[in-house]
């Protein structure tokens, strides 16, 4: 959607979906990595508006025990990297990531 710029996995929810059926299958198609409901929690929901549309982003946390292997969906993005949540900030978002890591990390 935004071409050159970085983001957390995300997508749309397909019909009849549950939010959490659609954190996971986004999850798995983006990264390879299957996320587990014992590993997830819903966080809280964002308005966003874009200049042709708006939508709900629903943000959940997610706790690893450890690093994941990633394994990036060449057809969705060109590569991935770990970084701080302030590093995050100092790269080219996806528009309003910006505000959702400062909600979410309270920065």
Known sequence: ????????PAGKRKDGETLEGALRREVEEETGYTIQPSEREYFRGV???????DFL??????????????????????SFRWVSPREALKENLIQDLDVCIKLFYKL
């Open 57 to 78: 982003y629903h943000m959940y946390r997610a706790s690893l025990k450890k690093r994941p292997q990633i394994v990036i969906n060449p057809n969705e993005h060109k």
């Open 1 to 8: 959607m935004e071409g050159s710029t970085w983001g957390v």
């Open 47 to 53: 308005y966003i508006r874009y200049p042709t549309y």
